[in-house]
């Protein structure tokens, strides 16, 4: 049982992560609460992220 709670948190952060990612490297740049606050995710240079930074961003951020 212990396993099968882990895998499902698992699941849940993979899915947690590729969402917010999809989302900060699409065309608004940004996750509901950021497009509400005006804010945009962008790469060092200024650019847009591609769904690969975001998901490094992401995974940063998680961590914590």
């Known amino acids: 049982e212990g396993h099968t ?3 499902r948190h698992t699941r849940g952060g993979v899915l ?3 969402y917010w ?3 900060e490297s699409g065309k608004d740049q ?3 609460g950021k ?3 005006k ?3 962008t ?3 200024g650019g ?3 769904f690969a930074g975001a998901l490094k961003r992401s995974w940063v951020h998680w961590l914590g």
Request: proline share 4%; hydrophobic share 60%.
């Open 21 to 23: 990612a999809k989302l």
């Open 43 to 45: 790469s060092a240079s």
């Open 16 to 18: 947690a992560l590729a």
């Open 35 to 37: 497009k509400v606050m």
């Open 5 to 7: 709670l882990a895998r």
């Open 30 to 32: 940004a996750t509901p």
């Open 39 to 41: 804010i945009k995710v």
């Open 48 to 50: 847009a992220l591609d």
